[in-house]
């Protein structure tokens, strides 16, 4: 099995442009904490609540700062044609839980996360990977 058969596909993207406050609140009523930043198609970063928390407000940034200040930059990435338990030993690795996929002419092609691959790979599997990502 392939990451662009688990993978979710409708993902909401964050703009350069866009400020914390339409990031945040973007992801409040989704209830999601990640989001890809693409400029087009083309992804130049990631952020997450958690940055927005940590790196935004805690130094100070205005709501209306620009969530590219904020981003982090040159993200970890799949392929859309990669397999999964290639993709469980990743996030394992690095102990990330959401990665972009991007497609062979590197687009941003949606988002896996540990969720999508425990619902479609062996238990044993994703319990390794989320005990890697766990590790302190």
Do not use: N, W
Request: aromatic share 2%.
């Amino acid at each position: 099995m392939k990451v662009r058969d688990v993978m979710s596909k409708d993902v909401q993207v964050a703009r350069p442009g866009d400020s914390l406050q339409e990031v945040a609140t973007r992801m409040a009523s989704g209830d999601f904490g990640f989001m890809p930043v693409a400029d087009g198609d083309r992804l130049i970063g990631t952020i997450t609540d958690r940055d927005i928390t940590i790196r935004a407000v805690a130094g100070g940034a205005a709501c209306s700062a620009p969530v590219v200040e904020y981003i982090t930059r040159e993200p970890h990435t799949v392929r859309a044609d990669e397999d999964l338990k290639t993709v469980l030993d990743a996030m394992g690795d690095r102990q990330i839980r959401r990665l972009p996929v991007l497609d062979k002419d590197d687009r941003l092609v949606g988002v896996v996360s540990l969720g999508d691959l425990s619902t479609r790979v062996k238990e044993k599997y994703a319990g390794e990977t989320l005990e890697d990502i766990s590790r302190p």
